[in-house]
């Protein structure tokens, strides 16, 4: 059974970073993409950011020039650098990978921001 296992959510101050991991196993195949995702209390999931196996990226407009997205092929791990944090950046963030035509889905970590 696919595994996605995120670490790295936390309590931060506004300004402050945070970098979140997620790490694929028991995948079989390439992993065309792998992002995250936040959901905010109340309000629906959003996509944050999205990386494919070529290394293209995809932002959403409110995290561009903050978050920066990477990942080690070889690892099948993505990661999350968030930078100049804000308190609307409070949420789960959740991890997930694109194999062929499904996705998976990590259990979430919290990224709570204090001001």
């Known amino acids: 059974q696919v595994q996605l296992v995120e670490s790295g959510g936390g309590l931060v101050q506004a300004g402050g970073s945070l970098r979140l991991s997620c790490a694929a196993s028991?995948?079989?195949?390439?992993?065309?993409?792998m992002g995250w995702y936040r959901q905010a209390p109340g309000k629906q999931r959003e996509l944050v950011a999205v990386?494919?196996?070529?290394?293209?990226?995809n932002y959403a407009d409110s995290v561009k020039g903050r978050f920066t997205i990477s990942r080690d092929n070889a690892e099948k791990t993505v990661y999350l650098q968030m930078n100049s944090l804000k308190p609307e950046d409070t949420g789960v963030y959740y991890c997930?990978?694109?194999?062929?035509?499904?996705?998976?889905w990590g259990q979430g970590t919290q990224v709570t921001l204090s001001s």
């Open positions: 990386i494919t196996s070529g290394g293209s990226t």
């Open positions: 997930y990978a694109l194999v062929g035509i499904s996705n998976y």
């Open positions: 028991r995948i079989i195949g390439i992993i065309n993409r």
